[in-house]
T-cell receptor, first 115, second 113 residues
């Protein structure tokens, strides 16, 4: 159990376009989902925390108008990178936690390349 | 806020030998310590975790120890195999609010056949 999926697994887009990444908990309900960004050979950097039905909480330095997060149900959260630029190219990973526990289960990640 | 230090950054061992990765944390309120394995191009996979009311936990070839007084915890992998080669991340959480994790910088483990 505790499987998290992400879609797409990779995406290439042109500068100025928007990209949506989906994160789904497949076999459990996730009250809380997290979005991370990871640069090559570096650790995971938390971007935002989202709770189902409420606004996401963004980490300092993360532009909430650029990285739109929606957590509309207990099994789905989406991250939309708006007006993407080459510097937004990165590996984006989501994780999900069940209610009453702090164990985070991670998705497989989405590789975003902005040309 | 919490700060997690992890070392070594790289570790090479011969197949069959043991590997030990160590982490220290700064927030004495932290009470949950997971370890993740990340293979190239994939998301982190939870391999073992420990909570502050336990000093040691073992799962087959993998064990984690926790010293709350010294604020450090370690991952032990015995009888290493080539498929253990990956980047390992430790993390800490104080279980408050939304259970955010603070990650170490990772250890790249290479198991030499």
């Amino acid at each position: 159990g505790a499987v998290v999926s992400q879609h797409p697994s990779w995406v290439i887009c042109k500068s100025g376009t928007s990209v949506k990444i989906e994160c789904r908990s497949l076999d459990f309900q996730a009250t809380t989902m997290f979005w991370y960004r990871q640069f090559p050979k570096q650790s995971l950097m938390l971007m935002a925390t989202s709770n189902e039905g409420s606004k996401a909480t963004y980490e300092q330095g993360v532009e909430k108008d650029k990285f739109l997060i929606n957590h509309a149900s207990l099994t789905l959260s989406t991250l939309t990178v708006t007006s993407a630029h080459p510097e937004d190219s990165s590996f984006y990973i989501c994780s999900a936690s069940r209610d009453t526990t702090d164990t985070q289960y991670f998705g497989p990640g989405t590789r975003l390349t902005v040309l | 806020g919490e700060n997690v230090e992890q070392h070594p950054s790289t570790l090479s061992v011969q197949e069959g030998d043991s590997a030990v990765i160590k982490c220290t944390y700064s927030d004495s309120a932290s009470n949950y310590f997971p370890w993740y394995k990340q293979e190239l191009g994939k998301g982190p996979q939870l391999i073992i975790d420990i909570r502050s009311n336990v000093g040691e936990k073992k799962d087959q070839r993998i064990a984690v120890t926790l010293n709350k007084t010294a604020k450090h915890f370690s991952l032990h992998i015995t009888e290493t195999q080539p498929e253990d080669s990956a980047v390992y991340f430790c993390a800490a959480s104080n279980g408050a609010g939304s259970y955010q994790l603070t990650f170490g910088k990772g250890t790249k483990l290479s198991v030499i056949p």
